[in-house]
T-cell receptor, first 115, second 116 residues
Framework: AQKVTQAQTEISVVEKEDVTLDCVYE???????LFWYKQPPSGELVFLIR??????QNEISGRYSWNFQKSTSSFNFTITASQVVDSAVYFC????????????FGGGTRLMVKP | EPEVTQTPSHQVTQMGQEVILRCVPISNHLYFYWYRQILGQKVEFLVS????????KSEIFDDQFSVERPDGSNFTLKIRSTKLEDSAMYFCASSEGLAGGLSTQYFGPGTRLLVL
């Protein structure tokens, strides 16, 4: 069975602070995909990033960066110089390669960025 | 940029009524999905659909639920006899394939269903 844990249910920061959202996953599969999605107050789910389990390179996209560490089963997401528009719920998700095509989501982290 | 669309955005229904939620997946995508999110909770997988068949379903997807691709563009979720606990946001998603970059699931804006 797959499991994704986002231990931080809610984080509040002041604009321009850096913030890291944690994601820890469990799977018995040796190959899998990890994802981050953003859910702004309007409710839609916006795809942010996909990472393959065999690619442990960290990724940076503008103010966003992701740290994938297979040894600790973690896929953390950092927002640098946070902005009010970053306020949203962020979900980490897992899809093992050999266990169908369903995404298993974590419980989400609500990020509030105050001006 | 192509996107998944869903209608209606909101639906209110009485317990026991049938509802049909509609989705138009991205046009070159072959895999279609329904997920639901009860208010304040995590997103949960319901069903995946490929080549006009259900390819996978969760325990939530019981006999009250059905999916259909009635034509070349629409993908529907039907709830036969709604219960109060079916109140949730229902998301449709689609992906081009299952491997690598093709596996990314793109989500629609959701349909908020309220069962009274």
């Amino acid at each position: 069975a797959q499991k994704v844990t986002q231990a931080q249910t809610e984080i509040s920061v002041v604009e321009k602070e850096d913030v890291t959202l944690d994601c820890v996953y469990e799977t018995r599969d040796t190959t899998y995909y990890l994802f981050w999605y953003k859910q702004p107050p309007s409710g839609e789910l916006v795809f942010l990033i996909r990472r393959n389990s065999f690619d442990e390179q960290n990724e940076i996209s503008g103010r966003y960066s992701w740290n994938f560490q297979k040894s600790t089963s973690s896929f953390n997401f950092t927002i640098t110089a946070s902005q009010v528009v970053d306020s949203a719920v962020y979900f980490c998700a897992l899809r093992p390669n050999n266990a169908g095509n369903m995404l298993t989501f974590g419980g989400g982290t609500r990020l509030m960025v105050k001006p | 940029e192509p996107e998944v669309t869903q209608t209606p955005s909101h639906q209110v229904t009485q317990m026991g009524q049938e509802v049909i939620l509609r989705c138009v997946p991205i046009s070159n995508h072959l895999y279609f999905y329904w997920y639901r999110q009860i208010l304040g909770q995590k997103v949960e997988f319901l069903v995946s659909f490929y080549n006009n068949e259900i390819s996978e379903k969760s325990e939530i997807f019981d006999d009250q639920f059905s999916v259909e691709r009635p034509d070349g563009s629409n993908f529907t979720l039907k709830i036969r006899s709604t219960k109060l606990e079916d109140s949730a946001m229902y998301f449709c998603a689609s992906s081009e394939g299952l491997a690598g970059g093709l596996s990314t699931q793109y989500f629609g804006p959701g349909t908020r269903l309220l069962v009274l």
